[in-house]
T-cell receptor, first 115, second 112 residues
Framework: ETGVTQTPRHLVMGMTNKKSLKCEQH?????MYWYKQSAKKPLELMFV???????ENNSVPSRFSPECPNSSHLFLHLHTLQPEDSALYLC??????????????FGPGTRLTVL | AQSVTQLGSHVSVSEGALVLLRCNYS??????LFWYVQYPNQGLQLLLK??????LVKGINGFEAEFKKSETSFHLTKPSAHMSDAAEYFC??????????FGTGTSLTVIP
């Protein structure tokens, strides 16, 4: 595997389900990100991890719970979601968080549908 | 505060015609600027970036962008559109120590 991978690619869940999204980067980066991409809206940064420590949580509802066990893996745990949470969830990584000029490498995303 | 505005959510061009996708930014200090492309069912891929070196930046697939401080713009161009250029294009701005701010995206359609 190369780059940033995400599983599953598609997920349909009910509002009472618990599921997790997984992201893995094979680039040796130290920063990882979760974004939400909804139609007609800018990408919304949800969480940032730098050297496994969460450095940003952009007012994300608690029904989204991130986990970063090491610099290569990032999870997004989902619980009691709402239909408006349906979106494409993108994971990204970069060398480090502090340098704004480091490009971010994106995974293909997980298309989430909440029924 | 920083933000980025992409004028035109949809742009259509004929194959072989000039591609021009507009991006304007607001930033209190010189920013770093990026263009990303997203093909259907894929994540974002970096096309090019401006990091205060040459104002004309060349990227992949024949794209380039020019940083114009006086106009606070970073428009993306390609002299001749190809069918494979059909995708969603995102402009983004950042600064050292700060997060990326993405635009709302421009969907490019290439007409045969």
């Amino acid at each position: 595997e190369t780059g940033v991978t995400q599983t599953p690619r598609h997920l349909v869940m009910g509002m009472t389900n618990k599921k997790s999204l997984k992201c893995e980067q094979h680039l040796g980066h130290n920063a990882m990100y979760w974004y939400k991409q909804s139609a007609k809206k800018p990408l919304e940064l949800m969480f940032v991890y730098n050297f496994k420590e969460q450095t940003e949580n952009n007012s994300v509802p608690s029904r989204f719970s991130p986990e970063c066990p090491n610099s290569s893996h990032l999870f997004l745990h989902l619980h009691t979601l709402q239909p408006e949470d349906s979106a494409l969830y993108l994971c990204a990584s970069s060398q480090e968080r502090a340098s704004g000029l480091d490009e971010q490498f994106f995974g293909p995303g997980t298309r989430l549908t909440v029924l | 505060a920083q933000s980025v505005t992409q004028l035109g959510s949809h742009v259509s061009v004929s194959e072989g015609a000039l591609v021009l996708l507009r991006c304007n930014y607001s930033s209190s200090v010189p920013p770093y600027l990026f263009w990303y492309v997203q093909y259907p069912n894929q994540g974002l891929q970096l096309l090019l970036k401006y990091t205060s070196a040459a104002t004309l930046v060349k990227g992949i697939n024949g794209f380039e962008a020019e940083f114009k401080k006086s106009e606070t713009s970073f428009h993306l161009t390609k002299p001749s559109a190809h069918m494979s250029d059909a995708a969603e294009y995102f402009c983004a701005v950042s600064r050292t120590g700060n997060q990326f701010y993405f635009g709302t995206g421009t969907s490019l359609t290439v007409i045969p």
